[in-house]
Every structure is written in structure tokens, then in C-alpha cells.
Nanobody
């Protein structure tokens, strides 16, 4: 399974960005998570979606501002980010977890497939 993340960039506070994660294998047993890591901080789970039924989960810090969704025609999971804040600045990663043995989100320990990171910078 290969994942390709794209869509990062620099925006001002209050702006929006859309990240995409394109998968080489789009199977219902997977969940796709977005994680982020800011300099000097631990990686944290941002949001997660189960491809089987589109069930979503969000970190409290982004709930109501970020939306995760599926574009199955393009084998893509997107992350629409709105009302961005400087504290959202980080490298964002998408990752896939095989749900055969359950979900570990927001922990990333069982996400075995990772895309390359994409930088999101929110200026104040």
C-alpha cells in the first residue's frame, strides 16, 4: 500500500487548505488517518475515517474546523481545513491502518503505511 499526500502550503490565520491522500489500494478494511507533527512536539492524531462506512473521528482541537472525506473515484481521502490557526502549523501525514485487528486511533502505532509529509504553515 502506497500513499501520496499533497496540498500543503502557507496561509494566513483564518484561511483554508485542502490536503489529499491518494492510495494505491483502496480497500474497505482500511482506515485513513491524518496526523501532524509540529517542531519540538509529539505527533498527534488529527482525524480518521473508515473506508468501509465513512465513520469519522476528530481531535477536539480541530473538531468543527476540519472535515475528512472520501473521493472513491480517485482513491483519495481529503482533509478540508478551515479557520486555520497558527497552532495548526505542522507537517501533516496521512497513514493507513488495517482494521482487521481493530482501531488504534488516535494512536498511530498500528498505522503501517505512511505517505510523505506535507507542510502546512499558518501565519499570524
Amino acid at each position: 500500500v502506497q500513499l501520496q499526500a499533497s496540498g500543503g502550503g502557507t496561509v494566513e490565520t483564518g484561511g483554508s487548505l485542502r490536503l489529499s491522500c491518494t492510495m494505491s489500494v483502496f480497500a474497505s478494511r482500511f482506515a485513513i488517518g491524518w496526523f501532524r507533527q509540529a517542531p519540538g512536539k509529539e505527533r498527534e492524531g488529527v482525524t480518521n475515517i473508515r473506508l468501509r462506512d465513512a465513520t469519522t473521528e476528530y481531535a477536539e482541537s480541530v473538531n468543527g474546523r476540519f472535515t475528512i472525506g472520501i473521493d472513491s473515484a480517485k482513491n483519495t481521502v481529503y482533509l478540508q481545513m478551515s479557520s486555520l490557526r497558527p497552532e495548526d502549523t505542522a507537517v501533516y501525514y496521512c497513514a493507513a491502518e488495517d482494521l482487521t485487528f481493530g482501531s488504534t486511533w488516535p494512536r498511530s502505532s498500528h498505522y503501517d503505511y505512511w505517505g510523505q509529509g506535507t507542510q502546512v504553515t499558518v501565519s499570524s
